[in-house]
């Protein structure tokens, strides 16, 4: 028997990367896993990855999936994708929003548009998703809402700074943002059996994005950590009981080695200090 045997999950950002790796894991686990992205098909995207890839590697090894093509930042599409989630499978048990949009830029050559852009994929989505899933997760007598953040909530504290920044500001303050968000809402629903966690790789992950970016080399470089253990935090997020987790902000490696599930951690939370809301 699989951890999440019977249960339904909606996973964005699925098309490549973590939201993959998570939706992988999730369906191994016997969930049906709906990935939302909005890169369909091979080729969409100029990053390599899709849903169409995604599902047909689930399916392949026996597990249940939906491609669901979706813009999180539209409130309609929000909508529809837990509208017909439930509709289709009649049940919506755990929401893991992964989505996310950067841009490294300094802030006084960020184009309006392109921030206000992000600020709806990586803060404005899971509001609306969460918004839309709570009362089907309410009817459902509980659930999980798994938000995905970014070392960069962390910020480089008070000054003097000795080095220039990176043009990191704008998606760090998304994930700052999102941080306090996840505690808030897991505040109010704690009455309602339903679990409101956010974490971070504690290392950079290598995945098409950030190899992209030139954050990491590869899958070989020692400065990162493998997708897998942000899937296994993701699992273990959505599957413990909520009074052992609701409310939590945490790392990939810190609340796995908690757990007992991961012997050599290391990285943020665990070598270093996380963001001031980890800290609460």
């Not at 050559?109 to 899933?133: E, Q, Y």
């Not at 960069?152 to 043009?167: K, Q, W």
């Not at 070989?220 to 253990?229: I, K, V, Y």
């Amino acid at each position: 028997m699989g951890k999440l045997d019977g249960k339904v999950a909606i996973i964005t950002g699925a098309s490549r990367g973590i939201g993959q790796m998570i939706a992988s894991l999730f369906a191994a686990e016997g969930a049906h896993v709906v990935c939302a992205a909005r890169t369909l098909n091979e080729g969409d995207h100029m990053l390599e990855g899709s849903l169409a890839r995604t599902v047909a590697s689930i399916e392949a090894d026996g597990g249940g999936a939906t491609a669901f093509a979706a813009n999180v930042a539209a409130e309609e599409d929000c909508r529809r994708l837990v509208d017909e989630t439930v509709a289709q499978h009649g049940r919506l048990d755990i929401l893991v929003n992964n989505a996310a949009l950067s841009y490294f830029v300094p802030i006084i050559d960020f184009d309006p548009v392109r921030w206000a852009r992000a600020f709806a994929v990586n803060v404005h989505g899971p509001f609306m998703l969460a918004k839309f899933a709570l009362p089907h997760m309410i009817a459902g007598g509980g659930g999980a809402i798994v938000n995905i953040s970014s070392g960069a909530a962390i910020g480089p504290g008070r000054g003097p700074y000795e080095a220039v920044g990176t043009g990191g500001t704008m998606y760090g303050a998304t994930k700052a943002a999102l941080e306090r968000f996840s505690q808030g809402l897991a505040q109010e629903v704690a009455d309602k059996n339903i679990a409101v966690t956010c974490f971070s790789p504690s290392q950079v992950v290598a995945t098409p994005g950030t190899v992209y970016h030139k954050l990491v080399s590869g899958p070989d470089d020692d400065r990162g950590e493998p997708p897998e253990l942000m899937a296994r935090a993701a699992l273990l997020l959505a599957t413990k009981p909520v009074a052992a987790v609701n409310g939590r902000v945490t790392y990939s490696q810190q609340i796995l080695s908690e757990f007992g599930e991961l012997e050599d951690a290391r990285g943020r939370g665990v070598e270093t200090p996380g963001s001031g809301y980890s800290k609460t």
